[in-house]
């Protein structure tokens, strides 16, 4: 009789895990800040983003592996001081193809093409990272500074910063904060042949910002999204949609990816001018590194900020624009695991 | 040669099948006259075959019906040239490792059946992706009963925790190694073992509750390998159903080892090289094959314990892993030559240690874990059951939400 009841409870279970899953109301993982797949024949994953309790049953993984003494959980690394890290798979070959396709750019182009890449936390973040932890990243970086092309080295200047104990990272995001692109925007003046100004008005905007390693690792960061303020006389134009914005679109503070706050946000094309000005106009590609630079380049160049992600028109027509030079700056990561910068190639 | 996931819509770890197809059709099943449960079977495999098989399914039908028109000393030509085809054409052959062998045996055990029998034991939905491959002589419909169907659900529960728990989390430790290092290396290769111990044992164990769900009694496919004591022993214990299968199919036909030393060496050297091209037409495949075939000849023939002893039986079948974790011959001359400090390869570096150090109580666990400490909850009291099963079946369910899973290793061969 037991076994009986038994296999009727689990049974029942089984149809009610079930039937919660499919009838579910999710129309939104906000912890992971995505949409939940559609439905598939041949994927599962229809039913497990919709299982009943899916947070609490995450952070049960999450607690058991950590417990186990791992350190990591879903590819996110704990670090000191509340830091986290999210390893990405990179390949020297990948990167050695973005950098080719860079450098037949840079060989066509009749401007000046700089690179700047930024490094993630386990490049920068040194004394923060676990005791033996060795991320391996040497030969990416042996890669580009032997790849030929004018490169800025942001990797010292971030990382004394960083090793200071300056805030440049968020603790839960992969992104540099402000205050780490106010750094690099330091570090490319010589380059790009400005100086450099100090006079911001820096404004904590938001205090509980948990960004894509926070949201893996199913934690909150409080992390704090400061914005560097001086001029807001700016017009900030989506080209893909038409779309004009203001530099700082505080309303994004309140939406479910905070980040957008700064211009760019997963845009293919997008323009920054100041109307009534002439400026020099700086090509800038970049992936979403480049959305907290932007504010500070736009004091002294009109930008044109392609994320080669996400475009898809020419960059040989577009490079014909008229520009005083060309900034890539993206980060290791990207270059690294994902071939991106082919349309580069005319 | 893989489990085309992007063509096929079901598994038997999926949770449409798990929570919707099993409950409804086992109770369904239960509730059946005897004599419509062979016929209820075959819809139910033929389904079952259509949603996990995709693109394989007219291949895998075809050679079903090939197999039981064709009985008899034709199933052998069938067996061996079906096989041949399917590999030498990269036709989509999900389950055909696990088919083949069946009609093979079902055509030399003699056993008439009909069409619906017939087609139960050689298609029977829970052993379709990967076994375990049962002796038709022991493939019978019996009764589902209340206790077997409670063992069943205990079994799917272990199998789902072996799979979503430890497997997919130990190929994760596996990938965390770096393998640069002798100790590295080392360490990258336990992880690989038990994964896939974890991988395969818990497909068997979800297959096995399956099967006792619906009355069908499969033989264990495996009885904790890695305590063996000797490479005969581990291989009577690690996929235990392919072992039985050329044991009758092939070693006794060829004189097994009752007609002196060298019928011995040659039938040994037949099961070794069907079961090396078993698993796929590779060079290492053939090596790894040659290496066991080498080890087992010298404990039957040369050795008057027939045992090698409990730690070179592990370190050879560690080594014998090799040729798995590697795709080509190239790599895993490389790979040997990382083990045993080769050339210039360091015996550890600072790096070596992180992963090391949080890896290892999970290592650990899992080797406690594929050890026959845990027998006992092969077949535990019911209270152990009603606390245990919720608690795997939660613990299992976290991990799959957390990192997804990948395919069964062995539906690839």
């Given at each position: 009789?037991?076994d009986?009841?038994f296999?009727?409870?689990?049974?029942?279970?089984?149809?009610?895990?079930?039937?919660?899953?499919?009838?579910?109301?999710?129309t939104f993982?906000?912890?992971?800040?995505?949409?939940?797949?559609?439905?598939?024949?041949?994927?599962?994953?229809?039913?497990?983003d919709r299982?009943?309790?899916?947070t609490?049953?995450?952070?049960?993984?999450?607690?058991?592996?950590?417990?186990?003494?791992?350190?990591?959980?879903?590819?996110?690394?704990?670090?000191?001081?509340?830091?986290?890290?999210?390893?990405?798979?990179?390949?020297?070959?990948?990167l050695?193809?973005?950098?080719?396709s860079?450098?037949?750019?840079?060989?066509?182009a009749?401007?000046?093409?700089?690179?700047?890449?930024?490094?993630?936390?386990?490049?920068?973040?040194?004394?923060?990272?676990?005791?033996?932890?060795?991320?391996?990243?040497?030969?990416?970086?042996?890669?580009?500074?032997?790849?030929?092309?004018?490169?800025?080295?942001?990797?010292?200047?971030?990382r004394?910063?960083?090793?200071?104990g300056?805030y440049?990272?968020?603790?839960?995001?992969?992104?540099?904060?402000s205050?780490?692109?106010?750094?690099?925007?330091?570090?490319?003046?010589?380059?790009l042949?400005?100086?450099?100004?100090?006079?911001f008005?820096?404004?904590?905007?938001?205090?509980?910002?948990?960004?894509?390693?926070?949201?893996r690792?199913?934690?909150?960061?409080n992390?704090?999204?400061?914005?560097?303020?001086y001029?807001?006389?700016f017009?900030?134009?989506?080209?893909?949609?038409?779309?004009?914005?203001?530099?700082?679109?505080?309303?994004?503070?309140?939406?479910t990816?905070?980040?957008?706050?700064?211009?760019?946000?997963?845009?293919?094309?997008?323009?920054?001018?100041?109307?009534?000005?002439?400026?020099?106009k700086?090509?800038?590609?970049?992936?979403?590194?480049?959305d907290?630079l932007?504010?500070?380049l736009a004091?002294?160049?009109?930008?044109?900020?392609?994320?080669?992600?996400y475009?898809?028109?020419?960059?040989?027509?577009?490079?014909?624009g008229?520009?005083?030079a060309?900034?890539?700056?993206?980060?290791?990561?990207?270059?690294?695991s994902?071939?991106?910068?082919y349309p580069?190639?005319? | 040669?893989?489990?085309q996931?992007?063509?096929?819509?079901?598994?038997?770890?999926?949770?449409?099948?798990?929570?919707?197809?099993?409950?409804?059709?086992?109770?369904?099943?239960?509730?059946?006259?005897?004599?419509?449960?062979?016929?209820a079977?075959?819809?139910?495999?033929?389904?079952?075959?259509?949603?996990a098989?995709g693109?394989?399914f007219?291949?895998?039908?075809a050679?079903?019906?090939?197999?039981?028109?064709?009985?008899?000393?034709?199933?052998?030509?069938?067996?061996?040239?079906g096989?041949?085809?399917?590999?030498?054409?990269?036709?989509?052959?999900?389950?055909m490792?696990?088919?083949?062998?069946?009609?093979?045996?079902?055509?030399?055990?003699?056993?008439?059946?009909?069409?619906?029998?017939a087609?139960?034991?050689?298609?029977f939905?829970?052993?379709?992706?990967?076994?375990?491959?049962?002796?038709?002589a022991?493939?019978?419909?019996?009764?589902?009963t209340?206790?077997?169907?409670r063992?069943?659900?205990?079994r799917?529960?272990?199998?789902?925790?072996?799979?979503f728990?430890?497997?997919?989390?130990?190929y994760?430790?596996?990938l965390?190694?770096?393998?640069?290092t002798?100790?590295?290396?080392?360490?990258?290769?336990?992880?690989?073992?038990?994964?896939?111990?974890?991988?395969?044992?818990?497909?068997?164990?979800?297959?096995?509750?399956?099967?006792?769900?619906?009355?069908?009694e499969?033989?264990?496919?495996?009885?904790f390998p890695?305590?063996?004591?000797?490479?005969?022993?581990?291989?009577?214990?690690?996929?235990?159903?392919?072992?039985?299968?050329?044991?009758?199919?092939?070693?006794?036909?060829?004189?097994?080892?009752?007609?002196?030393?060298?019928?011995?060496?040659?039938?040994?050297?037949?099961?070794?090289l069907?079961t090396a091209?078993?698993?796929?037409?590779?060079?290492?495949y053939?090596?790894w094959?040659?290496?066991?075939?080498?080890?087992?000849?010298v404990?039957?023939c040369?050795?008057?314990?027939?045992r090698?002893?409990?730690l070179?039986?592990v370190?050879?079948?560690?080594?014998g892993w090799?040729?798995?974790?590697?795709?080509?011959?190239?790599?895993?001359?490389?790979?040997?030559?990382?083990?045993?400090?080769?050339g210039?390869?360091?015996?550890?570096t600072?790096?070596?240690?992180?992963?090391?150090?949080?890896?290892?109580?999970?290592?650990l666990?899992?080797?406690?874990?594929?050890?026959?400490?845990?027998?006992?909850?092969?077949?535990p009291?019911f209270a152990?059951?009603?606390?245990?099963?919720?608690?795997?079946?939660?613990?299992?369910l976290?991990?799959?939400?957390?990192?997804?899973?990948?395919?069964f290793?062995?539906?690839?061969?």
């Amino acid at each position: 009789m037991k076994d009986r009841i038994f296999c009727r409870f689990f049974a029942a279970l089984a149809l009610l895990w079930l039937a919660g899953a499919i009838f579910s109301p999710v129309t939104f993982l906000a912890d992971e800040n995505r949409a939940p797949a559609a439905f598939s024949m041949a994927s599962d994953a229809f039913f497990t983003d919709r299982a009943p309790a899916r947070t609490a049953l995450l952070r049960l993984c999450r607690n058991v592996e950590l417990a186990l003494g791992k350190n990591e959980f879903a590819g996110t690394v704990r670090l000191a001081d509340g830091y986290l890290y999210t390893k990405e798979i990179t390949s020297t070959i990948t990167l050695d193809k973005n950098l080719a396709s860079l450098r037949a750019f840079a060989a066509e182009a009749d401007f000046p093409v700089y690179t700047a890449v930024v490094g993630n936390k386990a490049d920068i973040l040194l004394q923060r990272l676990p005791q033996g932890y060795e991320p391996c990243r040497r030969p990416l970086w042996r890669a580009l500074s032997e790849s030929g092309l004018s490169s800025v080295n942001l990797l010292a200047p971030l990382r004394e910063v960083g090793c200071s104990g300056k805030y440049i990272f968020y603790r839960g995001d992969h992104h540099l904060t402000s205050l780490g692109a106010y750094y690099v925007y330091r570090a490319l003046g010589e380059s790009l042949g400005y100086t450099p100004h100090t006079d911001f008005t820096v404004r904590v905007v938001k205090s509980d910002f948990a960004g894509s390693d926070a949201r893996r690792m199913l934690t909150g960061t409080n992390d704090q999204i400061a914005l560097f303020r001086y001029d807001d006389s700016f017009r900030v134009e989506n080209k893909d949609t038409g779309e004009v914005r203001e530099l700082y679109d505080l309303a994004a503070l309140d939406s479910t990816d905070p980040y957008a706050v700064f211009p760019v946000a997963d845009a293919g094309w997008v323009e920054i001018t100041r109307p009534g000005e002439t400026r020099p106009k700086l090509l800038v590609i970049c992936d979403s590194f480049g959305d907290s630079l932007a504010p500070f380049l736009a004091r002294h160049f009109d930008l044109t900020l392609l994320d080669p992600r996400y475009f898809h028109g020419s960059v040989k027509e577009l490079s014909e624009g008229g520009y005083a030079a060309a900034l890539c700056y993206m980060g290791m990561d990207t270059l690294a695991s994902r071939e991106v910068l082919y349309p580069l190639r005319f | 040669m893989s489990m085309q996931k992007g063509s096929a819509y079901l598994s038997l770890i999926s949770p449409l099948f798990l929570c919707g197809c099993l409950p409804v059709t086992a109770a369904f099943y239960r509730h059946l006259p005897r004599t419509a449960r062979p016929y209820a079977i075959t819809v139910l495999n033929l389904l079952f075959l259509w949603a996990a098989l995709g693109k394989a399914f007219p291949i895998y039908l075809a050679f079903l019906l090939l197999g039981w028109l064709f009985p008899g000393k034709w199933a052998a030509f069938i067996w061996i040239g079906g096989f041949c085809v399917v590999r030498v054409l990269r036709l989509p052959s999900a389950g055909m490792a696990f088919l083949l062998p069946r009609i093979l045996w079902q055509s030399r055990s003699g056993k008439p059946r009909s069409m619906a029998e017939a087609f139960a034991y050689l298609a029977f939905f829970p052993t379709v992706e990967c076994g375990p491959i049962t002796d038709p002589a022991a493939f019978a419909l019996a009764d589902p009963t209340a206790l077997a169907s409670r063992r069943g659900i205990w079994r799917i529960s272990v199998g789902l925790f072996k799979k979503f728990f430890f497997a997919d989390g130990l190929y994760r430790t596996y990938l965390l190694f770096g393998g640069e290092t002798t100790l590295s290396a080392w360490a990258k290769l336990c992880a690989f073992a038990l994964y896939l111990y974890f991988d395969f044992s818990g497909y068997s164990d979800i297959a096995l509750g399956t099967g006792a769900i619906f009355g069908v009694e499969l033989p264990e496919n495996f009885d904790f390998p890695y305590a063996a004591r000797s490479v005969g022993e581990f291989f009577r214990r690690w996929h235990a159903s392919l072992g039985r299968f050329f044991f009758h199919c092939v070693y006794l036909p060829l004189g097994g080892s009752k007609r002196g030393k060298m019928r011995t060496w040659t039938a040994l050297f037949a099961v070794w090289l069907c079961t090396a091209l078993w698993h796929g037409f590779s060079v290492n495949y053939l090596l790894w094959g040659g290496m066991f075939f080498l080890l087992s000849g010298v404990e039957k023939c040369l050795l008057p314990s027939r045992r090698i002893g409990w730690l070179p039986t592990v370190f050879f079948v560690l080594l014998g892993w090799v040729f798995f974790c590697t795709p080509t011959f190239s790599e895993a001359v490389g790979f040997f030559a990382r083990l045993f400090a080769a050339g210039d390869t360091l015996l550890y570096t600072r790096a070596d240690f992180y992963p090391l150090g949080t890896q290892l109580p999970f290592l650990l666990l899992a080797a406690f874990l594929s050890s026959p400490a845990v027998r006992p909850l092969r077949d535990p009291p019911f209270a152990i059951v009603a606390i245990g099963t919720p608690l795997l079946l939660t613990l299992a369910l976290a991990a799959l939400l957390a990192g997804g899973h990948r395919p069964f290793l062995y539906a690839s061969y």
